[in-house]
Antibody, heavy 118, light 108 residues
Framework: EVHLVESGGGVVRPGGSLRLSCAAS????????MSWVRQVPGKGLEWVSG????????DYVDSVKGRFTISRDNAKKSLYLQMNSLRVEDTALYYC???????????WGQGTLVTVSS | EVVLTQSPGTLSLSPGERATLSCRAS???????LAWYQQKPGQAPRLLIY???SRATGIPDRFTGSGSGTDFTLAISRLEPEDFAVYFC?????????FGQGTKVEIK
């Protein structure tokens, strides 16, 4: 099991940028693919982006391609999501989760809230 | 894109009763790459079931996943007070890794 803690959320204007971070504890962070999943409060879940354990492959939901960039630093046991050109519809609680290719999301952080509003 | 449709939207039951939740996929999910999650208010989702029928670590045996192809079911044999929550199914065979819209299990 990996314990995950997200940070970096906040209020930003449309067109702005934010960088989310996810700090992991546990010895196996570098063994697993990782993802970001978002949820509009009270609504459903949407996978946003994922990265392999080595960082050599990434993937994104179509709506964020070209605007968001996922990365990781295994030495720091950290996952990141750089979000540029933010839109109102990106407003959501963003969860960091263990899992990516052909695997469920086995561990979740508590989420960090991103609000895009003018 | 695989679309997952959960039913019913809300299930009203009493503690001790059996709950049966359905998740139907728009196309066959190979290798049974389907998971179920539980989410309580103010909390992150928690993995219950993966590969359609395998319980995640620490999940009580009153939770049972079944099904294959396009039709999947999560059964809770006897509802405990802590089981009243929202349940999501999710497929991880398609690159969109889509979720169902959720079923709320509420106290009757």
């Amino acid at each position: 099991e990996v314990h995950l803690v997200e940070s970096g959320g906040g209020v930003v204007r449309p067109g702005g940028s934010l960088r989310l971070s996810c700090a992991a504890s546990g010895s196996t962070f570098g063994d697993h693919g990782m993802s970001w999943v978002r949820q509009v409060p009270g609504k459903g879940l949407e996978w946003v982006s994922g990265i392999t354990w080595s960082g050599d492959s990434t993937d994104y939901v179509d709506s964020v391609k070209g605007r968001f960039t996922i990365s990781r630093d295994n030495a720091k046991k950290s996952l990141y999501l750089q979000m540029n050109s933010l839109r109102v519809e990106d407003t959501a609680l963003y969860y960091c989760a263990r899992g990516f290719n052909f695997g469920p999301f086995a561990d979740w952080g508590q989420g960090t809230l991103v609000t895009v509003s003018s | 894109e695989v679309v997952l449709t959960q039913s019913p939207g809300t299930l009203s039951l009493s503690p001790g009763e059996r709950a049966t939740l359905s998740c139907r996929a728009s196309q066959s999910i190979s290798s049974d790459y389907l998971a179920w999650y539980q989410q309580k208010p103010g909390q992150a989702p928690r993995l219950l079931i993966y590969r359609a029928s395998s319980r995640a670590t620490g999940i009580p045996d009153r939770f049972t996943g079944s099904g294959s192809g396009t039709d999947f079911t999560l059964a809770i044999s006897r509802l405990e007070p802590e089981d009243f929550a929202v349940y999501f199914c999710q497929q991880y065979v398609d690159s969109r890794r889509t979720f169902g819209q959720g079923t709320k299990v509420e106290i009757k």
